[in-house]
């Protein structure tokens, strides 16, 4: 028989439970279009007929929402896994904040309140040394936002080793330039010094700025300016300000990772803005932070082009509850774990896998990922499987996503919450029968 003619009819098709179950996940429209498209391939001979629901769910879970991930890559911030986490008040918020909620709203008055105040109050009390904040889009956001309120149609002094792509194939002075700024490069790939800088600074001057390199690292014959020497040119009379990008966000210091800049010592060293990224190391929703002198900021603030970044009250939610709580933020936790801790974990796991599946504790190394801490490793322990478990384990429900190595499929669990662990065995379980 013609196998054209074996096409199951859509009836059929849609009845099938996990197809009523994409139904009910992503409404009938979109799976009537996929499973019709699914037919067609059939008819054209492109699958065998009896794969007419498989093709259908397989297209349909590519358009799906975002799914919640199991991240035990051993990457704390990975870009394609949506980066920072939120924390359990984080998500709290966001979805209190979901419907109307009184995120421009005095509830005492009855009138307009200051849009976001929560989060810029947190934020301001979590840096003191900013005499004023802003929360943009992201990073890229508050870059292009200082770039064309202080520098348009002037220049951005810029050391030549900071003209860092940031990923996906975009370049920071790309950005910078798309404001109707200039640059004027200065200094060298490996080394920038003072006087470099100070040849630079002139009458159409914007501003200096520093952009902290966080996702490389350059050794052996280097230099650079540091924001200290740097502050202390560009303040004399009649002088430009000095704006810092530190990257990933981190308000104070951070012992275990000394090399990261952080808001408040860039400020106390003598920025006078500073920007960040709200979900690499702060551990909240995607946003730009601005910190700093209060001129400034109210400059950048009143912009035409700051309503153009403008965040969503579930950001400003996120992030208010983020700062108030930051014992609770996944980065963090997962940075501060000890190795102990991870090793006791790793093994009652592999201990009840032990009976379905080839599983061992083993030492692995975790790293910062998305733009922070290049090259700093984070001894970590793992749970050791055999790979051919990581394409199923990708596709289970929940996705469970390790990394590769030695021939063996690694489970990072410096990554995994503790609160996890329960639903990783279950996931990987189900996987091996
Ligand atoms: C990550 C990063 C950016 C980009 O930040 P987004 O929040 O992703 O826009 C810019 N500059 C530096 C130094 C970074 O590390």
Redesign the pocket.
Known sequence: MDPRRRVPRTDAVLGEPAVRQAVARMGRPLVKTAVARAQDRARAGEIPPEEVAAAALAELDRIAPPRRVINATGVLLHTNLGRAPLSAPAVEAVVAAAGSTDVEYDLATGTRARRGRGALAALAAAVPAAEAVHVVN????A?ALAATALAAGREIVISRGEL?E?GDGFR?PDLLVSTGARLREVGTTNRTNLADYAAAIGPDTGFVLK??P??FRVEGFTGSVDVADLARLVHRPGGVPLVV?I??GLLAPEPLLPEEPDAASTLKAGADLVTA?G??LLGGP?C?LLLGRADLVERLRRHPLARALRVDKLTLAALAATLHRPEEVPVRRALLASPAELSARAASIAAALKEHVDAWVCDSVATVGG?GAPGVELASVAVSLPARLAGPLRTGRPPVVGRIEGGRLLLDLRTVPAELDAELIRAVTRRCR
Do not use: E, P
């Open positions: 992201n990073n890229a956001a870059l860092v940031i920071i952009v902290h966080s996702n990008d990257g990933s990224s979900d690499k995607q730009g733009g």
